[in-house]
């Protein structure tokens, strides 16, 4: 059985080597990102590298592709909410602008989606028995309707331990 993948990028201010390599650029939003959406956006990466799509460019639209995005998670941004909801419990100037942006669980799908110029369809399911499998499906049902030449989709998920630091669950798939 494997490891589980370790995502230390996602919670780091500056990324390292690898994770540069995959995104070609910092993008101008990755401080203020969740580690969700970090996750999200270098899995997104990590697997059109892997399929050998990110030769020729970052941005797929640029290359003539019509690649869409879909997710499925099984909390969604309940992670963010809370995290949010605690800052707003101690007055509204506590309330974090930043954590805002992410309280919708499409969030880190959209940021891979503008990095990588994803421009087929792009939004988030909530699925809690299997949500990669419920993302592959969706992803079926969409290339079957045709103007697409692909899709990603994955499953993700931050995962909030009781007893020590939160970690994330990013699965990912390219369904042509």
Sequence with gaps: MNAPRQYHYAFSQEPGETTLAILGELPERWGRMVPLARGVLVESGRTLQQKGLLEKGRKQNEQGRSIGLIGASR??????????????????????????????????????????????????????????????????????????????????????????????????????
Excluded: W
Excluded at 95 to 114: K, M, Q, V, W
Excluded at 134 to 155: F, N, P
């Design 75 to 176: 909390h969604g941004s309940l992670a963010t909410d809370q995290d949010f909801a605690r800052g707003l419990k101690l007055g509204y100037s506590f309330a974090s602008p930043a954590l805002f942006g992410y309280t919708l669980a499409n969030i880190p799908l959209a940021e891979a989606a503008n990095h990588f110029g994803l421009t087929g369809p792009v939004y988030g399911l909530l699925e809690s028995d299997s949500p990669l499998e419920t993302a592959t499906e969706e992803a079926h049902r969409l290339l079957d309707a045709g103007g697409i030449d692909c899709m990603l989709a994955c499953s993700f998920d931050t995962i909030r331990h009781h007893d020590h630091e939160d970690g994330l669950e990013i699965t990912f798939t390219l369904v042509n």
